[in-house]
């Protein structure tokens, strides 16, 4: 409760959050190269499917028709999704243990 407050005064003095995630998390769990990551690969997929003319039919010939008949943009969407949490944990992990080790040291 006291972080959705928080959140409404941080709004009427006029900086208002980049990004949705401010306001359900006590701090951001992405980071920016975790976006531009994320970016990058949905362009990567939306490329493919435009130059190469791939699809989720044509990558996966065998696969149920409700698979193969995805839109190419909620592919590439979950492309992006899927690299922005994974760079974002990577990183969020990596500094944890840095941190511990100059601590140690």
């Known amino acids: 409760m006291a ?3 928080a959140n409404i005064e941080t709004f009427r003095s006029g900086r208002t959050p980049g990004s949705v995630q401010t306001y359900f998390l006590k701090r951001p769990f992405g980071t920016r190269e975790a976006a531009f990551g994320g970016i990058f690969a949905g362009a990567i997929v939306l490329a493919l499917a435009n ?3 791939m699809t989720p039919a044509s990558v996966f010939p065998g696969a149920p028709l409700a698979f193969t008949s995805i839109n190419t943009g909620l592919v590439a969407l979950f492309a992006n999704a899927l690299v922005f949490v994974l760079i974002s944990a990577a990183q969020r992990a990596l500094r944890g243990s840095m941190a511990t080790t100059v601590e140690s040291a």
């Open 3 to 5: 972080s959705a407050i």
């Open 51 to 53: 130059w190469r003319g």
